[in-house]
């Protein structure tokens, strides 16, 4: 299985991501754990990308795609992959085209979860209080809620026009959500 898992920010994508992979046995490779993680450890990457992300603006194409070229190629990827957080612009999801076809793969489904207005900020608020994430304060949410809608939004159509979009709705609990998502997926 090779997928993406779109859906605005607090739509649930790391939660369900995580599951779905282990479901299918396949590496979720989410560039927002992973440009984290960079920041965490302090790398040259972390210390770039820091500032770009408290402010909920995107981090530059140049500086995401190698990432996601890379992580691409390992073995561990034979099985499939679940991409979370990429591709974000159109120009990622062209450079997404060109790195499969290099490999000689295409993408089995992107799914998207369903989530709406209200609940989403719900969600981002609670989660800001338990994980203390930098960029989830009020400000950046939205800021990152009008960059998905100006940047990412677009990318749906080009999914669905492929025949590649599975909607699920992300209303309720994590198990249900996680139950419909697999019973979309196989259907
Ligand atoms: P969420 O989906 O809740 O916004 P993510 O963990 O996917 O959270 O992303 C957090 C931040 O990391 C984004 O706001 C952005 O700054 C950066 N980021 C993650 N993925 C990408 C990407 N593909 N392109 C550019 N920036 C990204």
Do not use: W
Request: aromatic share 4%; proline share 5%; net charge negative.
């Amino acid at each position: 299985m090779r997928m993406l898992i779109m859906g605005p920010p607090g739509a649930g994508k790391g939660t369900q991501g995580a599951k779905v992979a282990e479901e299918f046995g396949i590496p979720e490779i989410s560039t927002g754990a992973i440009f984290r993680s960079n920041i965490a450890n302090q790398t040259e990457l972390g210390k770039i990308v820091k500032a770009i992300i408290d402010k909920g603006e995107l981090v530059p194409d140049s500086l995401t795609v190698d990432l996601v070229a890379d992580r691409l190629a390992q073995p561990d990827t034979a099985p499939g992959f679940l991409l979370d957080g990429f591709p974000r612009t159109v120009a990622q999801a062209e450079a997404l085209e060109g790195i499969l076809d290099k490999l000689g793969i295409k993408l089995d489904a992107c799914l998207l979860l369903i989530v709406d207005g209200e609940t989403l900020v719900a969600r981002m608020m609670k989660r800001a209080a338990i994980e203390g994430r930098s960029d989830d304060n009020e400000e950046t949410i939205r800021r990152r809620f009008e960059v998905y809608s100006a940047e990412t939004e677009p990318l749906l159509a080009l999914y669905r026009d492929k025949g590649l979009l599975v909607e699920v709705d992300g209303l309720g609990d994590v198990p249900v959500v996680h139950s419909r998502i697999v019973a979309a997926l196989k259907a």
